[in-house]
């Protein structure tokens, strides 16, 4: 009788979700035992909190217990890796406990790091959570004058898009309101492009520009002087707020530190893009924001997933093999009150952008497809 192969994914996203059910639903019954392990039992769809500040939606549709999205045979442990054995394939645990496994999928291993900017817990607006998207929606509805300062770091797991249509989003809503002329609003990059492709960085400074948004770039903020209103970068520069809202920079789980994974110069983990394995170890997959080549505005991308998920089915169960990863990677961006565009890019680097439209704008604002189904993102 064979053995069941254990996967292990470590994360509690979606994309974690995701992987783990597809490598389920394509496995043989029998051939894989797949765990899921997080240190939160909830999942909340990040993406929908850009949108929340001018929104109705409700926190149900975005917040979701994470057993009651993954497939029955799918085990959720509740615990945090302490130290990843690479050599030995096991896992030691917060809770004491050691987990073997065969396959290993990295789906979430940055943590949002605001120690880095000092005065952030004083003063900073944040949509890394829902909680804080809530509390943002409250000032911007009492918000009538002043400037409005979007950072975001490079690092961040946030993507510059979410940045970029926060912007827009919220021009729409002060234009709709009356209160815009008295109201200036700024998107500070910590890098010296917004995005590593300068045609799909074209398009996004152009689309702020048009909505009347500065852009700032290689802005590297260091802190939030709360008495003067400013932030303050690394090179001395300074920019007035009244409402500063910040995607902050990350650093990776401490468990990635201790475990010695294989990274280029940069510091990013290195990956074998072909097949998105770990270099040096053909059983450990990543998915995510996974280093310098994986352009740095991906949180998660279903095409990861999907192929990640493959190629362990592949492997364990004779599921066809889905050859190299390759990718269109598909995304929304707001031009400007009620319309929107997509913006496809291919692995080569070609960007090729759709007209915008009203349909487009609605289907990504009042719905997003998953894997394990729609929930809401409202802009009502």
Known sequence: MKIADRVVVLGDGESAVMVANKIVQRAKKGDVEVIVMGKNKRLEFTDSNSFIPVSLIDQGSSVRNIDSLLRMSVQFIYDEPVTLNLRDNTINTKNGKLIRYDFLVLADY????????????????SIET?????????????????????????????????SANLAVNLISYFSSNGSLNDIKISCLFSGESITENGEFDNIIEQ??????VEVVKNFKLTSINVKNKELQAQDGKTVKYDIPIIFSPSSYSSFVDKSSMPKADSGNIEVNLKDLTLKGFDNVFVTGLAGKTFSNYWKFSRTQTDFISARIAHLVSGYPDPDVYSYVYDIVIMKGKESASDVMIDMSGKVSEGRPSRTDYLVALYSYESFFGTYAMGFI
Request: net charge negative.
């Open 110 to 125: 940055l943590d949002v790091d605001t120690s880095k900017i000092q005065g952030y817990n004083e003063d900073a607006r």
């Open 130 to 162: 829902l909680q804080g998207a809530l509390s943002l929606k409250e000032d911007i509805i009492n918000f009538k004058k002043g400037d409005v300062v979007i950072y975001h770091d490079e690092s961040s797991p946030f993507t510059p898009v979410n």
């Open 207 to 212: 689309t702020l520009k048009e909505n009347g």
